[in-house]
């Protein structure tokens, strides 16, 4: 138990605290690492939001093109085809 972290996981006596605490002084409980690739994040971003605003504008087109073939489409056959198309498309995202 003396190789412990952080003095968090046991509870000392109170003489032994402040032990503990000058022992765990100056150690930190975490490690933060970073890391140097926004070039590649940035253009696979821009990437991904033109590859997504292109899939929506395809089926914004299909949508159009399946109400337009509709003989008399009511206001709740569109809606229906609208949710039934949302549908399919939130299914099949990877």
Not at 70 to 82: G, K, L, N, Y
Request: a neutral charge; glycine letters at 4%.
């Amino acid at each position: 138990m003396e190789d412990i972290l952080c003095p968090i996981f046991r509870l000392p006596s109170n003489g032994d605290a402040k032990a503990v605490m000058q022992k765990f002084d100056g150690r930190p409980c975490a490690r933060i690492e970073y890391h140097n690739v926004a070039e590649n994040s940035m253009n696979a971003m821009i990437m991904n939001m033109v590859r997504v605003v292109l899939l929506n504008l395809v089926i914004v087109l299909l949508f159009c093109w399946l109400v337009s073939k509709m003989a008399a489409p009511s206001f709740q056959t569109i809606v229906t085809a609208a949710l039934a198309v949302g549908i399919i498309a939130f299914l099949n995202e990877p």
